[in-house]
Structure formats: structure tokens, C-alpha cells
């Protein structure tokens, strides 16, 4: 039996017995050399040799190499103080403005059935779920407790069509509201598009509203996935975003529509296909989401469900094609991929997809709200750990104060876990503590034997590899002109 | 307590050797505390725990024990092979707790920085405009709120009453109540 290391890797070296040069730092094998990040997130690759040389103190500041660690936060006598103070202060929150999206679950109803489904629905003719529109209001209200100047109130459910009347006044409200707040105000609906009609898309567009959509690759694989009652799931998704890319074509103001892949087993062969699905349809962006052992997909996981390792070969599969793709001339970006690029290459921590709290509230159809998504789906299976207070009843402060959510932002900063606090990629990663909970039976996770980081560490590796290339990297570069999209 | 058939070990920098004698399927390794850092040990002990169950073992001032059960094969080569990646994370422990035990002042005074950034941006006023109180509202707004209401409520109500009748794409048909006619399920 050969000997295997951990996932952080054990690259060796002496280090200088005096701390005179070599600066805080966290190293990882990548290919035949050697990731090097300094605590700023800034970094560069070294062959062994030279990082056994500079982890002695032996790289002079004349050598060209001297220039480049010290360029990146790597020498300790020529530390940029300033630079250092203003990126941890972005990536800690010191500068955070508040939670910015609002995901509100108007009914939990939906027609389709899919065999993952992650949103625990119910029957598209038990109406017990759906929102009222005074808990809209209330939920409304409590998002523009939130003092960041940019918001944004994304409609999810079920099938958040089914209660439009609901999704019709949150929307009109929230624009009333906000002629005395004076936001950037935006709002999402994230539908099957199966009760997509003209009028309908043409109010939401009136009122700025953007779409996105469930499409997980061609046709048969669509339809795999996703179980409705009247069939037609991968037509209605089609159609739905050719409809709203016509009347973009024909001058109206409306965000390209985007549509999120939800990757079950059946996709692993599969990457191509699906790319030159969603591109094909002139969709800028490619969402890869990956499936996790969790609510509904929990019981199904041993029909659906993959390995860390089978997701990472998928997904680079995916995006060196998305690379070629964009070589040949086409924009489109991968989601994940862009909010990784702009932590990596910027400094930037967008946002926390995995602390929701920080950036997201998700709001359940009575008025509930929880500190992520997923602890509102884990609530639905019958778990309210991650509840943190409702709509109506908690002000925004309570809420950012609940002991929950405290705990959950904890743990999901790499810096508070043993190993990750460690490992190269902390800078630009987040941890899930919902994940965590679900499967490892605590917010804190274990991350050595962590299915998350498996996952998320070789999609780090994927990404650090393609930065190599002079030529794939220009390519990743480039994606980073949508992040304001 | 070490226990009393383990012979005395050398102080010798990272000395580590059988402390007592290891079932036939578990490795077990002791280190004298004053001669390897704990911070190491129980590092590398820590990153083993996706492939070993690992216990922990022994008065901490004077050894620390580390024990490691497979969680695969417990073939004297895999065994061997635990013990090799254990040690292997072992000296990476070393070299990644230097690399934090040198820099530790400068990581202080930077926080310390950071702690100040956050205080300064505090005290800035949050952007944006303050949200209105409701009784802030212009008559005109609250008339418009009470219009919307109203109109959502009779939409609803309207929207219940014809429940049941015309649903083209059959949205509105229970779960139990048939399925679509190619009968194709995801699984």
C-alpha cells in the first residue's frame, strides 16, 4: 500500500533558523512545482528548488525572483504594510455594508418533481404554502432594514410563478419603498418558465426584473432530472429563455437570462454537451452547480450522487471547453469560476456564497428567515437549526445577532478551522457550515474527511493550473469584465 | 501516565518510537513533548483522520501518544504506509508551525491594523438613505400600499375561486393523481 498524503500536501523544506525573510505563508503541491500564498492572498508558483532557497532566506532582493516575492507579500523585510491592512479588512468583513440579496420563497408549490430537488416542495394544488402578502410586505420591510446601498429581491420557491400575484406585489412594494431609499434596486426570478407567458414576462421586465433558469444540458438529460406532471420541462426552459433574449434583441431592457445545470450523475460524461447547450443558446453564463448529500438529494444520492473527485474531473472537462469555446471567439463565463478568479487574481471577496448571512437572507414563504439558503431547505426536511428569527417579528440587527448566525459566519471563515487555516487556497475560500451540519453533524465540519473541500480544493486546483497557461489565463482574465453583471 | 513497560526514551529531537506494544492493527507512536512541539503532533494526527481513527493518549507534560486505527485495510503494509504519512505530515507540520511561529508579531501588529480600519469604518454613516419610518410616508404613498393590498388580496381570492377551473397544463393535478403519459421518471 503506497503512501498518500493529506489533502493539504507535505511539501518540505528548511526553514531560515532567524525570521529575517521568509514571510506568513501557506504552500501546496501544484503539478511539479509549488503553490506559494502569502496571508494577503496574493501568491506565485515556485519550482522545489527555488522554495527550498527561499524558505532558507537565501533569495536575494537583486535576483529577479527577490522581485517577484517581494512584489507578492512574500519577504518579510518588505511587507507592504497598507496593502496587507486593506485586503484582510475585505476579506474579514471590516468593511462589510450588510446583507444585500433577498430570497424570498413565495410558495413552495411546484409542478415539476425533479429527482434531486433541493427546494422540498409540495403539490401544485395545496396552496398552504403560499406566501400572503402581508408577510411579503413584512419580509420586504425587514430587507430594507439592510443599510447596503445595493439590493436585490430574488423570487424562488416551489415555482415561484405559481403565486404570482404574491411576486407581483413584493415587487411593486418594494419599488414604492424604495422611491424614499433610493437603492440600487434589483430584483430575480428563478422559475422553471413553465407559467412564463408574454404578459407575464413583459411586467417583470417593465419593472427591471431579471430571470434565470433551471437547464441541465440536452434535452434527455433534462428530463432525467426533472419529473412535471404535464411534460415539456426542457421546452418550457427554452422557450422561456428565448423569449426574453427576442425581446432583448428587440430593445428591451432585460438582463441575458441565465440558467443554472444542476450536475447529477447523469451529467458526468457529459461536460460538452452541456457547455455547448447553454452557450448555444446564447446564454453568457455557465452555472455548474454541483449536488450535495443533502435534503431531497439525500435520499436519492445513491441513484444521483458522485464523488468529489468524479464532480472536479466533470468540471474541468467543462471548462476547458468553456476556454476552447472562448479561444473560438464566444463570452461565456462559469459562475464559480469567476467568483474564485475574482478573489484570486483582484484580492476581492465578492461575497460569501456559503455564509448567506453575510450577503443573503432567505426568507420561507411564513416569514421565517434563515441564515442561508440551505438552512431554509433543512428547515422544509424538518430541522429549523439554522432559523434565526421572522419577518415581522425580528428586526435586521437581531437577526446579524442570533447566536446562529454568529456561529455560522464563524465557521465559515478558513481562518477559525484547524487544516484550513493552513491550506493555500484559505484566502479565496469559504467553508459551509449548513454542509457541515448535514453531513458531519456540526456547523464546524471535519474538513480532512470534508466532501465540500474535496470538492472545492480541486476545483482550486483546476483553476491554479489553468493560470499557467499564458493562454488560458488570458481567457480567465477576461471573464472577470461580468462580475458587475 | 506512560505506562511502566515503556522503556525511558532519549530526548533527542523528534524521537518517536512504539510506546507500548500496538495491537496487530493500529499504529502507535510516542513523542517526548519537550523535544517536539504538540502543535505539530496534533496537527499531523489531525489531517490523518480521513483515512486512520486516531486517539490521542498520555500525560501531555511528559509524552504524547498518538495512535492510528485504519479506516481501510490493516495489512502490515498498510500500516507501514500510515506510518509514513503520518511522519510525512509530521515534518510538514514543522516547517508550516515555523513558518506561523515567525511571522505570529507581524500577523499581531496587521490585525491590530485591521482592527482600527474596522473602527474608522464604523463611524462613517451607512451609504444610501435612511429607510422612512412608516410615519414618514406621504398620504399618497400609504394610499398606494392600501391600493396594492387590495389588489393582491381580490387577485388571490379571484385566482382561488377559479381553481378549479381551466389549468391547460394540468399544473393544478396532484402528484397521486396521474402521471405524464410517456411515464418517464428521472430514476
Not at chain 1, 411534460?231 to 428591451?252: F, N, P, S, T, Y
Request: proline share 6%; aromatic share 8%.
Amino acid at each position: 500500500m503506497a503512501a498518500s498524503g493529506s489533502r493539504l500536501t507535505s511539501p518540505s523544506a528548511v526553514l531560515e533558523r532567524e525570521p529575517r525573510r521568509v514571510a506568513g505563508h501557506a504552500v501546496r503541491r501544484l503539478g511539479e512545482g509549488l503553490l506559494v500564498v502569502g496571508d494577503g492572498g496574493e501568491w506565485t508558483t515556485l519550482s522545489e528548488a527555488d522554495y527550498r532557497r527561499y524558505a532558507a532566506g537565501d533569495v536575494r532582493d537583486e535576483e529577479p525572483l527577490g522581485a517577484v516575492l517581494a512584489e507578492r507579500g512574500l519577504l518579510r523585510d518588505r511587507l507592504d504594510f497598507a496593502r496587507l491592512g486593506e485586503r484582510f479588512a475585505a476579506r474579514r468583513l471590516l468593511r462589510w455594508p450588510g446583507p444585500s440579496v433577498h430570497t424570498l420563497v413565495v410558495t413552495r408549490r411546484c409542478n415539476y418533481k425533479c429527482v434531486y430537488c433541493h427546494a422540498s416542495v409540495v403539490a401544485p394544488d395545496d396552496a398552504s404554502t403560499d406566501m400572503t402578502p402581508e408577510t411579503a410586505r413584512a419580509a420586504v420591510d425587514l430587507a430594507f432594514e439592510s443599510p447596503n446601498p445595493q439590493m436585490t429581491i430574488e423570487f424562488q420557491g416551489g415555482e415561484p410563478l405559481m403565486n404570482w400575484p404574491v411576486v407581483k406585489f413584493a415587487v411593486d412594494y418594494a419599488r414604492l419603498k424604495n422611491r424614499a431609499a433610493g437603492k440600487v434596486l434589483h430584483f430575480g426570478l428563478i422559475s422553471n418558465f413553465s407559467l412564463l407567458d408574454e404578459a407575464k414576462a413583459d411586467w417583470l421586465i417593465e419593472r427591471g426584473v431579471s430571470f434565470c433558469t433551471s437547464l441541465d444540458g440536452p434535452a434527455d438529460l433534462h428530463e432525467r432530472n426533472r419529473v412535471s406532471l404535464a411534460g415539456g420541462r426542457h421546452a418550457d426552459a427554452v422557450a422561456g429563455i428565448r423569449m426574453i433574449l427576442a425581446k432583448r434583441a428587440a430593445g428591451a431592457k432585460v438582463d441575458v437570462p441565465n440558467a443554472i445545470c444542476t450536475v447529477s450523475r447523469h451529467s458526468l460524461g457529459r461536460a460538452r454537451e452541456i457547455v455547448d447547450e447553454l452557450v448555444g443558446l446564447g446564454l453568457e453564463r455557465v452555472q455548474l452547480g454541483p449536488l450535495d448529500p443533502v435534503g431531497f438529494a439525500r435520499r436519492a444520492w445513491d441513484k444521483v450522487g458522485y464523488t468529489p473527485d468524479e464532480y472536479v474531473r466533470f468540471y474541468a472537462q467543462a471548462l476547458d471547453h468553456l476556454i476552447s469555446l472562448n479561444k473560438d471567439g464566444v463570452k461565456a463565463y462559469e459562475k464559480t469560476a469567476l467568483i474564485l478568479l475574482i478573489r484570486i487574481l483582484e484580492g476581492g471577496h465578492w461575497r460569501f456564497p456559503n455564509a448567506d448571512v453575510v450577503a443573503r437572507l432567505a426568507y420561507d414563504w411564513d416569514g421565517s428567515v434563515y441564515a442561508s439558503e440551505d438552512g431554509r431547505l433543512l428547515a422544509a426536511d424538518g430541522d429549523p437549526f439554522f432559523r434565526i428569527g421572522r419577518a415581522g417579528e425580528s428586526s435586521l440587527a437581531e437577526l446579524l445577532d442570533h447566536p446562529t448566525a454568529r456561529a455560522s459566519l464563524y465557521a465559515s471563515m478558513p481562518e477559525c478551522q484547524p487544516m484550513c487555516a493552513q491550506c493555500a487556497y484559505a484566502p479565496f475560500c469559504t467553508i459551509s457550515p449548513t454542509f457541515n451540519y448535514e453531513t458531519q453533524g456540526a456547523p464546524w465540519g471535519r474538513m480532512p474527511d470534508n466532501a465540500w473541500c474535496g470538492r472545492i480544493m480541486g476545483i482550486f486546483d483546476v483553476l491554479f493550473e489553468r493560470l499557467q497557461d499564458p493562454q488560458a489565463r488570458a481567457v480567465l482574465e477576461s471573464w472577470l469584465e461580468f462580475k458587475d453583471r | 501516565m506512560k505506562k511502566p513497560s515503556t522503556p525511558a526514551r532519549p530526548r533527542a529531537r523528534r524521537a518517536a518510537r512504539p510506546a507500548a506494544p500496538a495491537s496487530s492493527d493500529e499504529v502507535r507512536l510516542d513523542f517526548d513533548p519537550k523535544s517536539e512541539r504538540p502543535e505539530c503532533v496534533l496537527g499531523a494526527a489531525y489531517l490523518m483522520i480521513d483515512r486512520a481513527y486516531v486517539a490521542i493518549e498520555g500525560d501531555r507534560a511528559k509524552t504524547l501518544g498518538v495512535v492510528l486505527r485504519p479506516k481501510g485495510e490493516r495489512t502490515p503494509a498498510a500500516l507501514r504506509a500510515l506510518e509514513a504519512d503520518f511522519r510525512a505530515e509530521l515534518e510538514a507540520q514543522r516547517l508550516r508551525w515555523a513558518i506561523a511561529r515567525n511571522n505570529q508579531a507581524i500577523r499581531e501588529y496587521v490585525a491590530a491594523n485591521e482592527a482600527a480600519l474596522a473602527e474608522e469604518f464604523a463611524k462613517r454613516p451607512a451609504a444610501g438613505a435612511p429607510e422612512p419610518a412608516a410615519d414618514q410616508l406621504t398620504d399618497d404613498q400609504r394610499a398606494e400600499i392600501e391600493r396594492l393590498i387590495s389588489e393582491v388580496e381580490t387577485e388571490i381570492k379571484e385566482m382561488n375561486d377559479k381553481k378549479a377551473g381551466a389549468d391547460p397544463k394540468g399544473v393544478a393535478q396532484p402528484w397521486e393523481a396521474g402521471r405524464p403519459e410517456s411515464g418517464e421518471r428521472g430514476e
